[in-house]
């Protein structure tokens, strides 16, 4: 954070009222005077698999390495578990699986248990597993035997005491793979996060086991992604976990971009975002290496973004894979990448298709026959990497293909095409304060006569593992360029969204919302964009700032129909503004407005896991004296007076 200017120092230090010595700071707003159409669509979220976003985040599953798929390398988070003289030997069977997709199995070969010290094998979760009372909990399990009838005692235990917060047996196991569900409940008992999973045998045998699974309670209780007896298996829980969608519901947010960023591309053309091995049972999804350091379950598979859309109300932004890998692997234009182009042909029929088509039937089967609305397609991500220069002819390829097949659907490019013109550009920015300050009037003379413009990935870079208050100083700087604008910006969003804060869980700082196995939390960038999106009109209206001196920003909305007026004020100046208001135009004023302030004492003010709520939005109701008054907006701040004319 920059000093404030030497003017508003010498003021503040003289304690002299700043209109006493100069020209008062002021806010000209010509209420009548529409610049722009604020874009419906303008702020939604960018996601991916980064940082445990899904695995150990929003996809509720309490097991880490619930599958054990091709590929996989040693059990980290599976330990041999022999109580007393018990005596057992956990490793990967290379040899037997429950599928083709899933080829291997823990085996877990008991030579000595009794019912009083059984053996078996335990699973640690995402840096513990959360536990609250009275709380039922959906499990399944794959396995076979080789002593048929042997029960699995399953339990969620204490990893300190060791108490056990909840039990079950499971019976019936064969010599061949089978499915088995089962529920765990809770009494009585105080909320931890530090348990763990066991299943046991209480005699001598071997058991086999994969796909081991546990939900708490879901975000609307749905049922994603799943069929069959999978179905079965989560059928009073859906895949998200609720305390994180109660954070994103209250952004407001109209759109979903994803799967990736780099996610989508994958670090080979073999570890890419392969859409049709993240649908249908678990256990026909092979699961697959993350471009982050880690394998994604794919839990969180195409069906299960969909349905996030729909439980957000947002509308689907879907990248498709384009043909190129962020190890600069890359398909050339024509018959080689016709593969792929058909790929994301019936990709896009899986979204969109009645169940009369091949893949809208497929999406049915999978248990969601109705199909999703979609408006925008982005082929690929950041295609500005390849160096090879094929992006143009890659881009044309997918373009014609879809448009051809879906006219209607607007198509985004992710860098310069010359040979065919995108309906959107999506450009990315991560920033510092001082560049997010400075990039705030980036878009006022930009050009109007090209294709529109999605900002996909933006974040301003202060604070670590989530920003810190000079962030979202900075990203609400951005943010009110980015809405004077919103004739050109059709949509924004932020990224990364989210991170497990616990360490090593992460691999990219900062991110908007911290969580880990038991609570979450927002940043204050986070609240910069509730703030944001929760107040904002229709139609940007003129507003001349003068005298403010610099790193003050404002955007101002109206909605007309409803005669309110948002004024967004941005003081990111370690002294208090005073800010004449003048509402040039209007015929008359409330008499009072409520305004919103989120700030604190210091620039480096945060949010943590331990201090969720240290800088939080507040709003309080300020007396407005007809068209013109002043309001004084404190230092480091950023406000919404949302005011009725
Ligand atoms: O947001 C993190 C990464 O930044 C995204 O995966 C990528 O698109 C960008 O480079």
New binding site residues.
Partial sequence: MNKPSLFFALAAALTLPIDLIAQPPSLIIHVNHVTARVSPTLYGLMT?E?NHSYDGGLYAELVQDRAVGTGFGALLHWAMVARGQSVANVSVDETTGPSAALPRSIKVAVAAATPAAPAGVENDGYWGIAVRPHTVYSGSFYAKTDSPGIPVTISLENDSTGAVAAQTTVTGLTGEWKQYAYTLRTGDLPVTAGNHLILTIPRPATVWFNLISLFPPTYHGRVHGSRGSQRQAVADGGSDRIDIMDLLAAMRPKFLRFP????LEGNSIAQRFNWKKTIGPWVDRPTHMSPWGYRSSDGMGLLEFLEWCQNLDMQPVLAVYAGYSLDREHIDPGPALEPYVESALEEIQYVTGSTATRWGAERAKDGHPAPFPLHYVEIG??DQFDRSGSYDGRFAQFYHAIKSAYPDLQIIATAPVKSVTPDVYDQ?FYMSAEESFAMAHHYDDYSRSGPKIFVG?WATREGDPTPNLEAALGDAAWMTGLERNSDLIIMASY??LFTNVNPGASQ?APDLIGYNALTSYGSPSYWAQVMFSNHLGREVVAADLAHAGPRVFTSVTRDAVHHKLFIKVVNANSIPLPLSIDLDGAAAAARSAALTTLSAKTPNATNSITHPRAVVPVTRTVAVAGRRFTVTFTPYSINVLDLNY
């Fill in positions: 991916e980064i990736g960023g780099n996610y991500n950041e990315h990935e990224a990364p990219w």
